[in-house]
Protein backbone atom coordinates (compact mmCIF):
# COMPACT_ATOMS: atom_id res chain seq x y z
CA UNK A 1 0.00 0.00 0.00
CA UNK A 2 1.64 2.91 -1.13
CA UNK A 3 1.02 6.46 1.86
CA UNK A 4 2.76 9.86 1.62
CA UNK A 5 3.03 11.66 4.90
CA UNK A 6 3.68 15.08 4.90
CA UNK A 7 5.39 16.95 8.20
CA UNK A 8 6.74 20.12 9.73
CA UNK A 9 5.44 23.17 11.36
CA UNK A 10 1.91 24.58 11.22
CA UNK A 11 3.28 28.36 12.09
CA UNK A 12 6.27 29.90 10.56
CA UNK A 13 6.83 34.13 10.64
CA UNK A 14 7.56 35.78 7.50
CA UNK A 15 11.09 36.32 6.52
CA UNK A 16 11.82 32.49 7.84
CA UNK A 17 12.24 29.42 5.92
CA UNK A 18 9.94 27.25 5.90
CA UNK A 19 10.95 22.62 5.60
CA UNK A 20 8.15 20.08 4.76
CA UNK A 21 9.26 16.61 4.94
CA UNK A 22 7.07 13.96 3.24
CA UNK A 23 7.41 10.01 4.37
CA UNK A 24 7.06 7.58 2.02
CA UNK A 25 6.24 3.96 2.40
CA UNK A 26 5.29 1.06 -0.50
CA UNK A 27 7.82 1.93 -3.07
CA UNK A 28 10.64 3.16 -2.84
CA UNK A 29 12.55 6.44 -3.90
CA UNK A 30 15.39 4.69 -5.86
CA UNK A 31 12.66 3.07 -8.23
CA UNK A 32 13.21 4.18 -11.76
CA UNK A 33 11.31 6.36 -13.13
CA UNK A 34 9.25 6.96 -10.32
CA UNK A 35 9.39 10.69 -8.74
CA UNK A 36 8.05 12.68 -5.50
CA UNK A 37 6.25 16.05 -6.50
CA UNK A 38 5.47 19.10 -3.69
CA UNK A 39 2.09 20.72 -4.80
CA UNK A 40 0.39 23.55 -2.13
CA UNK A 41 -2.75 25.02 -1.65
CA UNK A 42 -4.02 28.70 -0.65
CA UNK A 43 -7.24 28.21 1.72
CA UNK A 44 -10.44 28.23 -1.00
CA UNK A 45 -7.86 28.56 -4.19
CA UNK A 46 -6.70 26.27 -6.92
CA UNK A 47 -3.67 24.19 -6.18
CA UNK A 48 -0.28 25.24 -7.35
CA UNK A 49 2.57 22.54 -8.57
CA UNK A 50 5.85 23.43 -6.72
CA UNK A 51 8.51 20.84 -7.65
CA UNK A 52 9.38 17.71 -8.20
CA UNK A 53 12.52 15.15 -7.56
CA UNK A 54 13.14 11.69 -9.56
CA UNK A 55 15.02 9.23 -8.32
CA UNK A 56 18.07 9.73 -10.25
CA UNK A 57 17.88 13.18 -8.09
CA UNK A 58 16.84 15.15 -11.59
CA UNK A 59 15.14 18.32 -9.86
CA UNK A 60 12.22 20.31 -11.44
CA UNK A 61 10.67 23.63 -9.61
CA UNK A 62 8.03 26.57 -10.83
CA UNK A 63 9.13 28.91 -12.70
CA UNK A 64 8.00 31.75 -10.64
CA UNK A 65 9.10 29.84 -7.53
CA UNK A 66 12.67 28.35 -8.14
CA UNK A 67 14.63 30.96 -6.73
CA UNK A 68 12.81 30.20 -3.36
CA UNK A 69 12.54 26.38 -3.49
CA UNK A 70 15.23 23.51 -2.88
CA UNK A 71 14.10 20.04 -3.02
CA UNK A 72 16.02 16.84 -2.00
CA UNK A 73 15.15 13.02 -0.94
CA UNK A 74 17.61 10.50 1.55
CA UNK A 75 16.38 7.24 -0.17
CA UNK A 76 17.35 5.19 3.05
CA UNK A 77 14.72 7.19 4.96
CA UNK A 78 12.46 7.17 2.11
CA UNK A 79 11.99 10.82 2.72
CA UNK A 80 11.74 13.96 0.23
CA UNK A 81 12.11 17.16 1.65
CA UNK A 82 11.09 20.43 0.38
CA UNK A 83 12.25 24.01 1.82
CA UNK A 84 11.10 27.52 0.97
CA UNK A 85 12.72 30.60 1.67
CA UNK A 86 11.90 34.26 2.67
CA UNK A 87 8.28 32.99 4.32
CA UNK A 88 5.65 35.28 3.28
CA UNK A 89 1.43 35.18 4.69
CA UNK A 90 0.13 34.49 0.29
CA UNK A 91 2.32 31.51 1.48
CA UNK A 92 0.06 30.60 3.36
CA UNK A 93 -1.68 27.29 2.18
CA UNK A 94 -2.23 23.45 2.50
CA UNK A 95 1.22 21.47 1.39
CA UNK A 96 0.91 18.12 -0.28
CA UNK A 97 3.61 15.50 -1.65
CA UNK A 98 2.49 13.31 -3.87
CA UNK A 99 4.33 10.09 -6.01
CA UNK A 100 4.96 10.93 -9.57
CA UNK A 101 7.06 13.82 -11.26
CA UNK A 102 3.77 14.05 -13.98
CA UNK A 103 0.77 12.25 -13.43
CA UNK A 104 0.23 12.15 -9.29
CA UNK A 105 -1.20 9.34 -8.20
CA UNK A 106 -0.74 9.06 -4.74
CA UNK A 107 -1.20 11.85 -2.13
CA UNK A 108 -0.39 12.90 0.90
CA UNK A 109 -3.27 14.45 3.54
CA UNK A 110 -1.68 17.68 3.29
CA UNK A 111 -0.16 19.96 5.98
CA UNK A 112 -1.89 23.55 6.60
CA UNK A 113 1.05 25.97 7.06
CA UNK A 114 -0.13 29.46 8.52
CA UNK A 115 2.35 32.09 7.87
CA UNK A 116 2.11 35.16 10.82
CA UNK A 117 4.04 37.29 13.16
CA UNK B 1 4.57 28.23 -19.11
CA UNK B 2 2.03 26.64 -20.86
CA UNK B 3 -1.49 28.01 -19.61
CA UNK B 4 -4.63 26.20 -18.74
CA UNK B 5 -7.99 27.73 -18.64
CA UNK B 6 -10.94 25.51 -16.91
CA UNK B 7 -14.44 26.36 -17.69
CA UNK B 8 -17.08 26.71 -15.98
CA UNK B 9 -15.47 27.70 -12.93
CA UNK B 10 -18.94 26.18 -10.74
CA UNK B 11 -21.84 24.59 -11.76
CA UNK B 12 -25.28 22.80 -10.90
CA UNK B 13 -26.11 20.14 -11.60
CA UNK B 14 -28.98 17.30 -10.26
CA UNK B 15 -27.92 13.33 -9.72
CA UNK B 16 -28.14 11.48 -12.86
CA UNK B 17 -27.41 14.64 -15.17
CA UNK B 18 -24.52 14.86 -17.35
CA UNK B 19 -22.02 17.05 -16.79
CA UNK B 20 -18.86 17.91 -18.80
CA UNK B 21 -16.15 20.49 -17.80
CA UNK B 22 -13.76 21.68 -20.36
CA UNK B 23 -9.93 22.70 -19.89
CA UNK B 24 -8.10 24.68 -22.31
CA UNK B 25 -4.39 24.61 -22.93
CA UNK B 26 -2.67 27.70 -24.74
CA UNK B 27 -0.56 25.69 -26.64
CA UNK B 28 -0.84 21.90 -27.43
CA UNK B 29 -0.33 19.50 -25.19
CA UNK B 30 -0.69 16.04 -26.95
CA UNK B 31 -2.68 14.53 -24.69
CA UNK B 32 -0.86 15.35 -21.93
CA UNK B 33 -3.87 15.96 -19.70
CA UNK B 34 -4.98 14.52 -15.82
CA UNK B 35 -8.07 14.89 -14.05
CA UNK B 36 -8.33 15.34 -10.24
CA UNK B 37 -11.17 15.26 -8.13
CA UNK B 38 -11.41 17.25 -4.58
CA UNK B 39 -13.62 16.98 -1.80
CA UNK B 40 -13.62 19.47 0.71
CA UNK B 41 -10.77 19.16 3.52
CA UNK B 42 -9.43 16.19 1.44
CA UNK B 43 -6.34 15.49 -0.82
CA UNK B 44 -6.80 15.51 -4.67
CA UNK B 45 -7.45 12.03 -6.49
CA UNK B 46 -6.43 11.26 -9.92
CA UNK B 47 -9.50 9.77 -11.95
CA UNK B 48 -8.08 10.21 -15.86
CA UNK B 49 -4.38 10.66 -17.22
CA UNK B 50 -3.26 10.74 -20.71
CA UNK B 51 -6.44 12.64 -21.36
CA UNK B 52 -8.91 9.73 -21.94
CA UNK B 53 -7.02 6.65 -19.67
CA UNK B 54 -9.19 6.18 -16.30
CA UNK B 55 -7.40 5.23 -13.32
CA UNK B 56 -7.68 1.73 -11.53
CA UNK B 57 -10.88 2.28 -9.22
CA UNK B 58 -12.31 5.12 -10.71
CA UNK B 59 -15.76 4.32 -11.80
CA UNK B 60 -16.55 4.14 -15.57
CA UNK B 61 -19.14 6.69 -15.44
CA UNK B 62 -16.25 9.21 -15.97
CA UNK B 63 -14.19 9.75 -19.24
CA UNK B 64 -12.37 11.96 -20.55
CA UNK B 65 -11.66 12.92 -24.27
CA UNK B 66 -9.81 16.07 -26.36
CA UNK B 67 -7.00 16.63 -28.61
CA UNK B 68 -4.09 19.46 -29.21
CA UNK B 69 -5.38 21.98 -26.90
CA UNK B 70 -8.65 21.48 -26.00
CA UNK B 71 -9.67 18.44 -23.32
CA UNK B 72 -13.37 17.68 -21.77
CA UNK B 73 -14.09 15.71 -18.70
CA UNK B 74 -17.66 14.17 -18.72
CA UNK B 75 -19.23 12.61 -16.08
CA UNK B 76 -22.52 10.36 -17.45
CA UNK B 77 -24.71 10.26 -14.59
CA UNK B 78 -24.20 12.82 -11.64
CA UNK B 79 -24.04 10.31 -7.98
CA UNK B 80 -24.26 12.12 -4.77
CA UNK B 81 -20.81 11.03 -4.05
CA UNK B 82 -19.64 13.28 -7.10
CA UNK B 83 -20.28 16.44 -5.32
CA UNK B 84 -17.01 17.83 -5.54
CA UNK B 85 -14.39 20.51 -7.69
CA UNK B 86 -12.37 18.93 -10.63
CA UNK B 87 -9.17 19.83 -11.31
CA UNK B 88 -6.91 19.31 -15.16
CA UNK B 89 -3.75 19.39 -14.96
CA UNK B 90 -1.25 19.26 -17.84
CA UNK B 91 2.34 17.49 -18.08
CA UNK B 92 3.31 18.55 -21.13
CA UNK B 93 5.87 20.85 -19.23
CA UNK B 94 6.30 22.13 -16.18
CA UNK B 95 3.21 20.89 -14.53
CA UNK B 96 0.21 23.35 -14.00
CA UNK B 97 -2.83 22.90 -12.87
CA UNK B 98 -6.04 24.72 -14.02
CA UNK B 99 -8.14 26.96 -11.85
CA UNK B 100 -11.11 24.26 -10.76
CA UNK B 101 -14.58 23.61 -11.20
CA UNK B 102 -16.79 23.11 -8.32
CA UNK B 103 -20.09 21.01 -8.94
CA UNK B 104 -22.48 21.84 -6.94
CA UNK B 105 -26.08 20.41 -6.08
CA UNK B 106 -29.08 21.92 -7.87
Known amino acids: QVTLKESGPVLVKPTETLTLTCTVSGFSLSNARMGVSWIRQPPGKALEWLAHIFSNDEKSYSTSLKSRLTISKDTSKSQVVLTMTNMDPVDTATYYCARGSSILSNWGQGTLVTVSS | DIQMTQSPSSLSASVGDRVTITCRASQGISNSLAWYQQKPGKAPKLLLY???RLESGVPSRFSGSGSGTDYTLTISSLQPEDFATYYC????????FGQGTKVEIK
Open chain 2, 89 to 96: QQYYSTPL
Open chain 2, 50 to 52: AAS
